[in-house]
C-alpha cells in the first residue's frame, strides 16, 4: 500500500510535470519530447541523432522525426557527422535562445517551489534528492534521459549524482553553495 510520503512525492512530481508542460512556447515545442530533444542537442552540440535518442528515449524514427520538427521551425540545423552516414545536430540562434528561455522558466518554477523551504530544509531535501537520484541511476542512457531538461552547470560544478552514478564515481557530498 502506498504511504502518505509516496503520494505526496507523486502530487510534487505532477505539479513540475504539469508546469513544465504548461509553458508557452512555439507550436513545434508543444510537446515535452521536442522540448528534451532541444535541451539535449544544447548539452550535447554537433551529436548525432543516434546518441540524442537516447536522451529522450525514442524510437531511432521517433528521433529523425522529432529532429525534422526542429530543423522545420529553424530551432536546429544539420552539419556533416563524424562519418558519412550520419549527421551533427547543433542549435540555431533561435534554437540557443528557445532553450535559454525554457531553461529560465524551469528554473524560475524551481526556484519558486524550493523558496518554501528554509535554509535546513533546503539541506536535507538536497542530500535526499543527491541520495535517491544517485541510487535511482541506472546507466548511460538513463542518466541522459534523467537529466533530458536539466541545466547541467550548477550540477556539473557541484557533482552531478546521476553522473557520477552513470561513471561510477562515488556519491557527491551537497554543494557548498
Request: one cysteine or more; proline letters at 5%; hydrophobic letters at 40%.
Amino acid at each position: 500500500m502506498t504511504r502518505r510520503m509516496e503520494n505526496l512525492l507523486g502530487v510534487l512530481a505532477l505539479l513540475v510535470t504539469d508546469e513544465l508542460n504548461a509553458q508557452p512556447s512555439i507550436p513545434a515545442l508543444a510537446g515535452s519530447t521536442a522540448r528534451a530533444m532541444l535541451n539535449a542537442i544544447g548539452q550535447y552540440p554537433d551529436s548525432s541523432i543516434e546518441l540524442l535518442r537516447d536522451a529522450v528515449d525514442l524510437s531511432h524514427p521517433a528521433a529523425v522525426r522529432a529532429v525534422a520538427g526542429l530543423v522545420d521551425a529553424g530551432l536546429v540545423e544539420k552539419k556533416a557527422g563524424s562519418d558519412k552516414r550520419s549527421v551533427a545536430l547543433a542549435l540555431t540562434a533561435t534554437g540557443r535562445r528557445e532553450a535559454n528561455r525554457l531553461r529560465a522558466a524551469r528554473g524560475r518554477m524551481l526556484e519558486r517551489i524550493a523558496a518554501r523551504l528554509d535554509e535546513s530544509e533546503r539541506d536535507v531535501l538536497e542530500n535526499l534528492l543527491i541520495k535517491i537520484l544517485w541510487n535511482e541511476t541506472r546507466d548511460s542512457p538513463h542518466a541522459m534521459q534523467l537529466c533530458r531538461f536539466c541545466d547541467d552547470k550548477p550540477c556539473l560544478k557541484a557533482g552531478c549524482p546521476v553522473e557520477c552514478r552513470e561513471q561510477g564515481l562515488p556519491m557527491p557530498e551537497r554543494s557548498a553553495s
